[in-house]
């Protein structure tokens, strides 16, 4: 899983609507298939891909999502709970990270790419970056993570959440969007509890 230290954000252009033999080749392109049969290439393995992740999302067995992810490109570590209905970004899942021992509970989106309307390029970058959710973190039901934020180790995101930015290790994140909520106390790497908040100690 050291591979991923190669990927970086770039950015790409905004979304705009064309016709369907220009925007193969456009997105060909932009996956990096080259050649004679491009289009075709790029098409086949978009058609699996987007299978893969039906399948994924509804068996009901974890190992078997995962094993599926990880057939898209997604990188998935060992020990990892991945729950129903997890939607992993659809066109670059080989942007997603996913460390060893990371829970999420279902029904979240893992996104690595935001491709906004044209109209908007001046207001809202269209861009693809990394999403890394780091060891032992814990994603609650429902959560979405944007493109190229990174969830800390041992954090936890509450139900819910809608995450902009990065998650620091060890805290309790959550809400729309997520900010901090509480930082763990820590004992030999393990958390006990929550660290008492600020104003406690006027108390």
């Not at 954000?9 to 996956?31: C, L, T």
């Not at 999302?57 to 078997?64: D, H």
């Not at 979405?144 to 930015?165: C, F, N, R, Y």
Request: charged share 25%; with cysteine.
């Amino acid at each position: 899983m050291k591979d991923y230290l190669e990927l970086k954000k770039h950015y790409i252009d905004n979304h705009k609507i064309m016709p369907f033999s220009k925007m193969v080749n456009s997105a060909a392109e932009r996956h990096g298939y080259k050649g004679f049969f491009a289009k075709t290439r790029f098409l086949t393995r978009r058609f699996i891909d987007h299978y893969l992740q039906v399948f994924a999302r509804t068996s009901p067995y974890n190992g078997v999502r995962i094993k599926l992810q990880r057939m898209r490109g997604v990188k998935i570590g060992k020990h990892v709970q991945l729950g129903p209905l997890v939607t992993i970004d659809d066109a670059y899942p080989n942007f997603a990270i996913i460390e060893d021992g990371v829970g999420i509970s279902g029904s979240n989106y893992i996104l690595t790419h935001s491709k906004p309307w044209e109209y908007h390029k001046h207001v809202s970058e269209a861009y693809i970056a990394p999403t890394i959710l780091k060891k032992n973190c814990w994603i609650g039901i429902g959560v979405i993570v944007l493109p190229g934020v990174t969830i800390g180790e041992g954090a936890i995101v509450a139900a819910g959440s809608v995450v902009t930015k990065d998650v620091p290790a060890n805290t309790l994140y959550g809400g729309m969007p997520a900010k901090l909520i509480r930082e763990f106390e820590m004992k030999d790497g393990i958390p006990i509890g929550f660290k008492k908040p600020p104003t406690d100690a006027h108390k």
